[in-house]
Every structure is written in structure tokens, then in C-alpha cells.
């Protein structure tokens, strides 16, 4: 079955070579250069434009934001392009809003939200949680159970939503972490003692346990010359505020994350590089 993927960034690269590897007959496109090579190396095959996705069953997305996924979809005409009946699906982490507005102004595809999580290594195996908004077709199932565990959150748009909720709850806890480190440090205690007490104890979270992780995650978009306003502690608050704002419901804790946390794990990033 032919798939295509664009977007072959830190999350899409494992993606895509995880489909290769489960037998799928994968076409890929990203700007970088690098990346085209990588997924050509790893043996997939480059699309040279948009018409080369055109007998693709399922296409999926890994961009960076909204207005990315718009772009291609709508503006460049992917959606036009593709047979009847093929179905999109976004991993990128959107708006639900964005994707309900796509779905329903194209009834020839489907359009559906299926955001990940679960950071490159299990992209690379196919373990990741994929949380799917809206109805997948046959093609699109068998492609999602390739990457990982398929949860139905709802309809179109619920993905997305969850995606958020998940989004903020790993931030939060975040920088509840910063700050409860840099209360412990005041008082001599070794960060690395602080996360072992976590790991049997109620404050026990998947970041402290995966500590670092955020450090070299700013690195590898350092490395990417990724704007700080795509990074997810700081596009993904805003999207959770948006979000929460049109669908009338509260957020008062991302909303001042919002405004906080991105200087925060920037900060704590360059710290690690060089603790001077």
C-alpha cells in the first residue's frame, strides 16, 4: 500500500522509516535536504511535487502547525489531488477547530486529526499512542496500527483536543519541576536524589522520570534553527488557550504557562550545555 508522509522532522522521520520497515510503500517530502536523503537511504522514495502523492491511499502530516497543514491541503491543493476517497491524516498538533473546518469543507477525502505521543524512539518502533479524531477508513487503520496504539477519542476534532489536554499536563508538570528543583537546590539537594524520591512518591510524572529530555529536545531544535514559537512549550500553551477560549472553557494555568514556561526550558536548556 502506498503512503505518503510529509514532514520529516524529529517525530515524522521515525514515522516514516517505521512504515518502510512494516512493509508500506512510503513517499516522502520535507524541505531539508538532509531529511530527503535520509528517508531515500532509509528506502522510501521523494516526491518531486504534490502530484506524486496522488495514488496514495492515506497521506499523513507531520508539520509544524496549522497554517502548514492548511497550506498543503488547501492553498497547494493536495486535497484535490489525491483520489477520492483517500484519507489525510494530521499528526501535528492542531487546533481541533482547524481540522473540524478542513473536514468538513472537503467530502471527497477524509480528513481526520491523529496527533502522537510517545517522542521519536517509540515513533522509530512503533509504539507511539495515536490519538484519533473522526472515522478511519481501512487503508488509514492499517497505517495507524503501524504506528503504534490507536485510541478513538470521538469525532473530528477530538484528537486534537486530547492531544492539547495531554500537552498541558506534561508542561505543567514541567515547570512544577523547575521550580520544585530549584527549591531543593537552595537546601543542597542533588537534583538527581529529588527525581529518584519522585519515582515512589505521589509526585511521580513522566517528566521527571525522563528529566533531560526537554534539554535536548531544545538542542535538536537549536540545531534545526526551529523558531522558540513552534516549540511545543510554547505554540502548544498558546493552541491550548485558543482552544479552551472558542470552545468556552477555562484555562488559567496554560494561559499563564503561556507566558512563562517557554523562557524557562530555553533557559534550563543553555544551563545544561554550559552550567557557567
Same mark, same amino acid.
Given at each position: 500500500m502506498r503512503?505518503?508522509?510529509?514532514?520529516?522532522?524529529?517525530?515524522?522521520?521515525?514515522?516514516?522509516?517505521?512504515?518502510?520497515?512494516?512493509?508500506?510503500?512510503?513517499?516522502?517530502?520535507?524541505?531539508?535536504?538532509?531529511?530527503?536523503?535520509?528517508?531515500?537511504?532509509?528506502?522510501? /522514495?521523494? %516526491?518531486?511535487?504534490?502530484? @506524486?502523492?496522488?495514488?496514495?491511499? !492515506?497521506? &499523513?502530516?507531520? +508539520?509544524?502547525?496549522? #497554517?502548514?497543514?492548511?497550506?498543503?491541503?488547501?492553498?497547494?491543493?493536495?486535497?484535490?489531488?489525491?483520489?477520492?476517497?483517500?484519507?489525510?491524516?494530521?499528526?501535528?498538533?492542531?487546533?481541533?477547530?482547524t481540522v473540524?473546518?478542513?473536514?468538513?469543507?472537503?467530502?471527497?477525502?477524509?480528513?481526520?486529526?491523529?496527533?502522537?505521543?510517545g517522542g521519536?524512539?517509540?515513533?522509530?518502533?512503533?509504539?507511539?499512542?495515536?490519538?484519533?479524531?473522526?472515522?478511519?477508513? /481501512?487503508? %488509514?487503520?492499517?497505517?495507524? @496500527?503501524?504506528?503504534?496504539?490507536? !485510541?478513538? &477519542?470521538?469525532? +473530528?476534532?477530538?484528537? #486534537?483536543?486530547?492531544?492539547?489536554?495531554?500537552?498541558?499536563?506534561?508542561?505543567?508538570?514541567?515547570?512544577?519541576?523547575?521550580?520544585?528543583?530549584?527549591?531543593?537546590?537552595?537546601?543542597?539537594?542533588?537534583?538527581?536524589?529529588?527525581?529518584?524520591?519522585?519515582?515512589?512518591?505521589?509526585?511521580?510524572?513522566?517528566?521527571?522520570?525522563?528529566?533531560?529530555?526537554?534539554?535536548?529536545?531544545?538542542?535538536?531544535?537549536?540545531?534545526?534553527?526551529?523558531?522558540?514559537?513552534? /516549540?511545543?512549550?510554547?505554540?502548544?500553551?498558546?493552541?491550548?488557550?485558543?482552544?479552551?477560549?472558542?470552545?468556552?472553557?477555562?484555562?488559567?494555568?496554560?494561559?499563564?504557562?503561556?507566558?512563562?514556561?517557554?523562557?524557562?526550558?530555553?533557559?534550563?536548556?543553555?544551563?545544561?550545555?554550559?552550567?557557567?
Amino acid at each position: 500500500m502506498r503512503v505518503g508522509f510529509i514532514g520529516l522532522g524529529d517525530i515524522g522521520m521515525p514515522m516514516a522509516l517505521n512504515l518502510i520497515d512494516q512493509g508500506f510503500d512510503v513517499v516522502g517530502s520535507d524541505l531539508a535536504e538532509d531529511k530527503r536523503a535520509r528517508l531515500e537511504e532509509g528506502g522510501g /522514495r521523494l %516526491a518531486s511535487d504534490l502530484t @506524486d502523492f496522488a495514488d496514495c491511499e !492515506v497521506v &499523513c502530516l507531520a +508539520v509544524p502547525d496549522d #497554517a502548514v497543514v492548511e497550506s498543503i491541503l488547501v492553498d497547494q491543493g493536495l486535497a484535490g489531488i489525491v483520489a477520492a476517497g483517500a484519507t489525510f491524516l494530521i499528526h501535528s498538533t492542531v487546533l481541533p477547530t482547524t481540522v473540524e473546518r478542513l473536514a468538513s469543507a472537503d467530502g471527497r477525502v477524509r480528513i481526520l486529526d491523529a496527533p502522537v505521543s510517545g517522542g521519536a524512539a517509540r515513533a522509530r518502533d512503533g509504539s507511539l499512542t495515536v490519538m484519533l479524531g473522526g472515522e478511519p477508513s /481501512r487503508d %488509514a487503520q492499517r497505517v495507524l @496500527d503501524a504506528l503504534g496504539t490507536t !485510541v478513538r &477519542c470521538g469525532r +473530528v476534532g477530538a484528537g #486534537a483536543a486530547v492531544k492539547l489536554a495531554n500537552q498541558l499536563a506534561m508542561l505543567a508538570s514541567l515547570q512544577a519541576l523547575y521550580e520544585g528543583l530549584e527549591l531543593t537546590a537552595a537546601f543542597d539537594v542533588a537534583d538527581s536524589l529529588v527525581l529518584d524520591v519522585l519515582q515512589s512518591s505521589t509526585g511521580d510524572s513522566w517528566t521527571a522520570r525522563n528529566w533531560g529530555f526537554f534539554d535536548d529536545l531544545a538542542k535538536a531544535y537549536d540545531r534545526a534553527d526551529v523558531d522558540v514559537s513552534y /516549540r511545543p512549550w510554547s505554540k502548544d500553551l498558546w493552541d491550548v488557550v485558543a482552544a479552551a477560549r472558542h470552545a468556552g472553557t477555562r484555562a488559567p494555568l496554560a494561559a499563564l504557562l503561556s507566558q512563562i514556561l517557554a523562557d524557562e526550558v530555553e533557559d534550563h536548556a543553555r544551563k545544561a550545555v554550559d552550567p557557567s
